[in-house]
Nanobody, 121 residues
């Protein structure tokens, strides 16, 4: 049984930074962050596979960094230079596939409940 619990969401001003965390219980291999703004579809933000390879959405490249701490079973998303367009509910996702670098939500089996990020101009 895999459980994912996100934290770290907050309200910040444009240009600010946040670090999201996802506490993981159970065994996973590939993990990702997705986000969903009101009225929009869920979109992939960043993914890290079992081997540590990463992939980012074009909209966040150079501003967001995904990382994982295997010793503490935690996934992170460091976000800098935040923009109002980054405002959304952010979700942690996981799958047992080892080499999954997809940003499509249908490829991930396990999901957290989300943490809200709001960026004001």
């Amino acid at each position: 049984q895999v459980q994912l619990v996100e934290s770290g969401g907050d309200s910040v001003q444009a240009g600010g930074s946040l670090r999201l965390s996802c506490a993981v219980s159970g065994y996973t291999r590939s993990m990702a962050w997705f986000r969903q703004a009101r009225g929009n579809e869920r979109e992939g933000v960043a993914v890290i596979d079992f081997y540590g390879r990463t992939r980012y959405a074009d909209s966040v490249k150079g501003r967001f960094t995904i990382s994982k701490d295997n010793a503490n079973n935690t996934l992170y998303l460091q976000m800098i230079s935040l923009k109002p367009a980054d405002s959304a509910m952010y979700y942690c996702a996981a799958d047992l596939s080892a080499a999954l670098l997809s940003l499509s939500p249908v490829r991930f089996q396990y999901w957290g409940q989300g943490t809200q990020v709001t960026v004001s101009s």
